[in-house]
């Protein structure tokens, strides 16, 4: 049987850091939360799998002006100490495609 190893409450499209320690979560278009919110982030989780808590931990966020139909994360150019996490590309619901530097989200 296969359980939960980790997990956060966000009704949210998720994206994978191509190296594998982070994980964004952009606040899913057509979702409605228990708080009824009408706001929109771009969440940056640590994947921590040496700790027990079974919680994500956040490592930063930022607001987005729309809410997100899909979320992606590559690489960023080679040998750019800027962009080592790469980049964060996000389809929004009003048609328009954002870009984030996720290295700049990160407390």
């Known amino acids: 049987m296969a359980w939960c190893i980790k997990g956060v409450n966000r009704s949210a499209s998720a994206a994978f850091e191509p190296e594998g320690a ?11 939360d228990l708080q009824f ?4 982030n771009l969440d940056i989780f640590e994947l921590d799998f040496v700790s027990d808590d079974r919680q994500l ?3 930063g966020t ?4 729309e809410r997100f139909n ?5 690489k960023g150019p080679a040998n750019s100490e ?3 996490l790469g980049l964060i590309a996000g389809g929004m619901v ?5 870009l ?3 290295k700049a989200l990160i407390w």
């Open 62 to 65: 930022t607001p987005s002006s």
């Open 82 to 84: 800027e962009y080592s």
């Open 100 to 102: 984030w530097n996720p």
């Open 57 to 59: 931990v956040l490592a």
């Open 70 to 74: 899909r979320l992606s994360w590559g």
């Open 94 to 98: 009003d048609g328009n495609i954002g």
């Open 22 to 32: 982070y994980m964004a979560a952009g606040t899913m278009a057509g979702a409605v």
């Open 37 to 40: 919110s009408s706001s929109a």
